[in-house]
């Protein structure tokens, strides 16, 4: 069993830049591909981004593409999610999940799931 604690979120500035983390508990966390979902009020959970286990492999979403970055160090069991030139459309509390079976990146099939860091972007 994994379990996931995200951190980093806050309030910031549109144009600005946040980097959360997700921090898993276990030894096999190498081989659980890692996921980010977003959620904003009223609206249904997203995929923003996918790293496979090892990291040799990533996967994003068209609205986050080329502003966000997702990175891991498995040596610290940690998954990172890098973003920048935030909108106020951005905001959501974020999520990650991870998932040691097979699974398509961008649907919402991930065993595990953390309890969500808060992401607010003002204009």
């Known amino acids: 069993q994994v379990q996931l604690v995200e951190s980093g979120g806050g309030l910031v500035q549109a144009g600005g830049s946040l980097r959360l983390s997700c921090a898993a508990s276990g030894r096999t966390f190498s081989s659980y591909a890692v996921a980010w979902f977003r959620q904003a009020p009223g609206k249904e959970r997203e995929f923003v981004a996918h790293?496979?286990?090892?990291?040799?492999?990533?996967h994003y979403a068209d609205s986050v593409k080329g502003r966000f970055t997702i990175s891991r160090d498995n040596a610290q069991n940690t998954v990172y999610l890098q973003m920048n030139s935030l909108k106020p459309e951005d905001t959501a509390v974020y999520y990650c999940a991870a998932t040691n079976r097979g699974v398509v990146p961008g649907t919402d099939s991930y065993d595990y799931w953390g309890q969500g860091t808060q992401v607010t972007v003002s204009s």
């Open positions: 790293i496979t286990s090892k990291g040799g492999w990533t």
